[in-house]
Each structure stands twice: as C-alpha cells, then as structure tokens.
C-alpha cells in the first residue's frame, strides 16, 4: 500500500477518533441545570442635552493683516 492511500485511512480514523468522544455528554445533568439568575436594571426614558465642543483654528486662502 503506498503512503497515499494509507494517509487516506488513517486520516479520518484518527478524526473520527477524536471527534465521537466529545459527542457523548450527560444529558441528564444538562436538562437539571436552570439558568441563573440575573439582576435586572430598568432603564427609563428622559430628556438629555448633549453639548460637544471642539477646538478649532480658521485660516483664510488670503489671510491679511489690517491696521
């Protein structure tokens, strides 16, 4: 059998190998499991004013000095 077709085998073997161990689980202690529980905070509606101030400098395409 040339290498080829042995990697061919052996390839899926060791997959299957590792693959079907973790399809097994207890399902029991799945189902008895509840979620937890979680705190709750209640958000309400309110008016807000938002203010945004940014830093800037104006220069001109001509800038002049006047005296």
């Known amino acids: 059998m040339n ?3 042995m990697n061919a085998l052996i390839l899926p073997a060791v997959a ?3 693959i079907l161990p ?3 689980g207890n399902k029991g202690e ?3 499991q509840q ?3 979680l705190a709750v905070l209640t958000v309400s509606e309110q008016d807000a004013t938002l203010q945004t101030g ?3 400098t104006l220069e001109g395409e ?3 000095e006047i005296r």
């Open 3 to 5: 290498i080829k077709k």
């Open 16 to 18: 299957m190998a590792l």
């Open 22 to 24: 973790s399809c097994k």
């Open 30 to 32: 799945q189902q008895g």
């Open 35 to 37: 979620a937890p529980e």
């Open 54 to 56: 940014m830093p800037t």
């Open 62 to 64: 001509n800038d002049v």
